[in-house]
């Protein structure tokens, strides 16, 4: 099956620091990819749509100049976490799914990144 | 607006017996998707099962079945023959119109334990 690369698992990170998250399609071209969030022991919170070639689409209530969204190409998005404070410390995971236009298509998840902000 | 509604926190389920896990959804959509996927400790997300607002049939993947009732905006999960494995949390999810076709919105999640 299609594959999504994360990296990476895991970053420590001090407060006030930036942290980049990267998100690869392996194996297809994706002009969309997806940002979640995910707290511990709890569901995966859509924060934006990453857009190759165009702003991101964030959803209601996701800081924008907080979490910076970058798709500079068809099989990479990025998002930094810009001046981490602890309470951004979480699970972050995207998803993308290979351009069929067709509703079945599953998405493909990232491994995801654990930040822990000290 | 879409909603994904999972009212089981957690269930349990002893090794080799059927185990059902529910999900009803809410949608003005007239064509949407619905999705099961399995994330265990470590967090990846894997897909599971799918099931179309207009398929006649029930999806059926191996030991996955979803058991889907269009009128009463369900689709549960079933899972027959219950391993050890298969102890993880499970999260049901839509893609409709509304979202493009492309958003993926997921329940609050359920989480499954398998006893020996």
């Known amino acids: 099956g299609a594959v999504v690369s994360q990296h990476p698992s895991w970053v420590i990170c001090k407060s006030g620091t930036s942290v980049k998250i990267e998100c690869r399609s392996l194996d297809f071209q994706a002009t969309t990819m997806f940002w979640y969030r995910q707290f511990p022991k709890q569901s995966l919170m859509l924060m934006a749509t990453?857009?190759?070639?165009?702003?991101?689409?964030?959803e209601q209530g996701v800081e924008k100049d907080k979490f910076l969204i970058n798709h500079a190409s068809l099989t990479l998005s990025t998002l930094t976490v810009t001046s981490a404070h602890p309470e951004d410390s979480s699970f972050y995971i995207c998803?993308?799914?290979?351009?069929?236009?067709?509703?079945?298509?599953?998405?493909?998840f990232g491994q995801g990144t654990r930040l822990t902000v000290v | 607006a879409q909603k994904i509604t999972q009212t089981q926190p957690g269930m349990f389920v002893q090794e080799k017996e059927a185990v059902t896990l529910d999900c009803t959804y809410d949608t003005s959509d007239p064509s949407y998707g619905l999705f099961w996927y399995k994330q265990p400790s470590s967090g990846e997300m894997i897909f599971l099962i799918y099931q179309g607002s207009y398929d006649q049939q029930n999806a059926t993947e191996g030991r996955y079945s979803l058991n889907f009732q269009k009128a009463r905006k369900s689709a549960n999960l079933v899972i027959s023959a219950s391993q050890l494995g298969d102890s993880a949390m499970y999260f049901c999810a839509m893609r409709g119109l509304s979202g493009g076709y492309n958003k993926l919105i997921f329940g609050a999640g359920t989480r499954l334990a398998v006893h020996p």
């Open positions: 990453s857009n190759e070639g165009s702003k991101a689409t964030y």
């Open positions: 998803s993308a799914r290979p351009p069929t236009g067709k509703l079945n298509t599953e998405a493909f």
